[in-house]
């Protein structure tokens, strides 16, 4: 693997869940890996789970890490031969290069403009680092993808399933602001992987990149697409067609207690109590998040793992 | 001890402050005990001794140390039940719950509004943390308490006193900006464990929460309060009834030398020179400011310490 | 060597780039020499480079590091005696006493204002913490030097020089915005001291402080500057007499690969593409900028190790 910026091939995945299972009953059983070793994490947008997981899970490891908020530092130049006398200060040939000396992997989490669809889909700013970077790449969540998050959700699944082909629905529900594909995008592409019975259901108007949904089944009936699932997985994103839109915020759509009858709820963090799901589910036994988050550490301390030892 | 979130009882700070005293004098003996332990730091407010004071303390302990400015994350909801479709991303609940599993230990800072006097009274900011995260709390300053300075000043008077039961008075000084009642509650808190004569002077209107004062002598009268004084504790807070306003800024109440005499000059800084104390003080021989920000490492050592072996 | 706040002796310069060498060749050969020591580091402005190389290099030296943005913590007062009733909540006088008790090494980064030009000159932020300071000062860039760049770039031309007097042009090129002299400053007395053949060249307006500059010839007539060079260093300033004006944007000062010919590429990045020099020179062979950022990190730790040594 020399990167980890969407979702790898399924072998790959297999195995990165396992590890993922071996490094979360022995955290530190790696120590000695990373030793000497520094992971740079560069933020273009805000995060609390995935810093903190990431961090957690490089050191644990034994390496280094450095931290930067770019926004705070100057914004970069990403187009080609762009004569730069305006506010871009840095373009990303030389930051790329630059910043792969001060590190052994280098992990990026920019979010999508939600307003240029061509730009987004093109991961110029992830695919900029990736180009003109020396040291693997990691993706803490780019315009179109989440790989870390679907990492640990795959984990969760693993842990918590009884059967050999449990029922996974991702469901769209509401939410008040305009939200990227990522996360949906990425978990998507690894329950298609999965040894799962997957599906999906939003809105009509909602589908997404049909790039990525593939021939997954797509139901606009929320309640008949639930019937006997194992695992909800509840998201809000926004509208992929009328880009970045949001064009409902039906509330009929979200999750309750009586809809996921037997299902356990998944949801990737922060989450909107009351608008996505309700209260009841979140404090009840059936919801995963919080279990879902402490896997964020272990996906990121497999995949990193596997960075220092195979790039 | 389970959190440090208040001055806990005497017996508890008795043996902190003792602990800080051995810490003090090789800050490195107890690198093992944070061994692969993390302390997570939350702000949501800014922080130059707390931070890194406390950073210091838990790697001095052999702990990794995460830093996250909630601020410039994202905005956390604490009332319960709330429909979450307005500007709050994440509730407590989540977000205490998902924290704790990054960590072993985690501190917050957070101010008071100085607006709303119920909710600041009520702590719902570090006590939301408590309720519901699965590792001890510390208080890094909150709406009402900030007992890590409060051990830190204990700790000075206890290295420099040379009486058995030395004069400490709190006093009141002018500032420009509506400050909160933290320090001086803690401090006050502290003082009345202590085997201390202590007693409180401000101008009439200042009296602070008569919860925490309780029965310790005040006086409206600084020339005479400060007759005899051992150590003179300074702080500027914000009236308490007329909550969080600014209704007095009558320089008369300035430190001086003069009024001073024989005391030893404390403050936990910031200081406003000449405003809160002239710079005779602060550069003459009986400041104790600078001592007390150094004893900020080792009472914040001496609390991680506790957690981690006792909590 | 006590601080490392502007370019110290010959003898010194030659030491540190010797040291810088070799830390490069083996990076923790020195892991122990930083144990249980810590580099604080103050950003006063934003950073990139010099944050990621400079904490690299003291943790590869062991150390460990606390990194405070002091911009978002308060306003610091640098006047003797004023009475701090406005914006300004803390003295330098308090802040460098306190900063020295939590580390072993204080790096502070604080560009000038451009605006009042005796102050800069002054450079009473930098000095403000040299004087109150109990432990080392590094100039991660001040208002007038940049003596880690200075050293990056001494190594670097070592590095990458076939002759025993190579002839090295420092040369002005155009920018948008007013930039510091402290780049250009620090390289200038490097170069003094080096065993190279130094000149400057710039439009005519655009001197440098002559106290700097000394007795180093200056030439307006770029292209007769650089005639036979074998490095060529381009850094954009602002005008010092007309103190932190932009008074001239020509763009027949851009560096260009033709106008280079031999010549390698320096600039202390980050580097407008197409306006301080062209794609070609920057993709092409001849540039230095990647290695000279490289060479941040082992002229950094060379400073560090040396005062954690010799101070």
Known sequence: ?????????????TSLIKSAMNLKNDPFKDLAIG??????MLFFNASLRTRLSTQQAAEQLGMHVSILNISTAWS????DGSIMNLEKAEHVKEAAQVISQYCDILAIRAFPSLTDKEKDLSEQLINGFKTHASVPIINMESATAHPLQALADALTIKEMSTKSTPKVVL??????????????????????????????C?????????????????SYNQEAALQGADFVYAKNWSSFNQYGQVTNQDSSWMLTEQKLDQAQFMHCLPIRRNVITEDAVLDGKKSLVIQQANN???????????????S
């Open 1 to 13: 693997m020399k990167n980890y910026i969407d979702i790898p091939d399924k072998e790959v995945t």
């Open 35 to 40: 030793k000497n070793k520094r992971l740079i």
């Open 76 to 79: 970069i130049e990403f187009e």
């Open 171 to 200: 469901t769209w529900a509401p939410h008040p602001k305009a939200l990227p594909h990522s996360v949906a995008n990425s978990f998507i592409k690894m329950m298609q992987q999965q040894p799962v019975d997957f599906s999906i």
């Open 202 to 218: 939003h809105p009509e108007g909602y589908e997404l990149d049909p790039n990525i949904t593939k021939n997954t089944p797509i």
């Open 296 to 310: 964020r550490t272990y996906a990121a301390q497999a995949v990193i793992k596997e960075l220092l030892l195979n």
